[in-house]
């Protein structure tokens, strides 16, 4: 994301984009609402459905930063 949105990038190009070694995956969870009372249980869970689900993958997929897909949902 700071390598899409940086308009200073000279004459930098990315050698290498897709290496498992350079994942920086992202993943949702619920808090605990016997921990943290004030949690909205039903509408965190909503959240997490969508963002799991394929309307919600193709929304991740679809974010671009100048054009460039920024994210690659990997959702299964």
Request: glycine share 8%.
């Amino acid at each position: 994301g700071t390598w899409l949105a940086s308009q200073n990038r000279g004459d930098f190009k990315a050698l290498v984009e897709v290496d498992t070694g350079l994942l920086n995956l992202y993943g949702v969870i619920q808090v605990d609402p016997k921990r943290h009372h004030h949690v909205k249980v039903e509408a965190a869970q909503k959240l997490i459905d969508w963002l799991v689900s394929p309307t919600g993958q193709n929304a991740i997929a679809a974010f671009k930063i100048n054009g460039e897909q920024l994210f690659r949902p990997n959702a299964k």
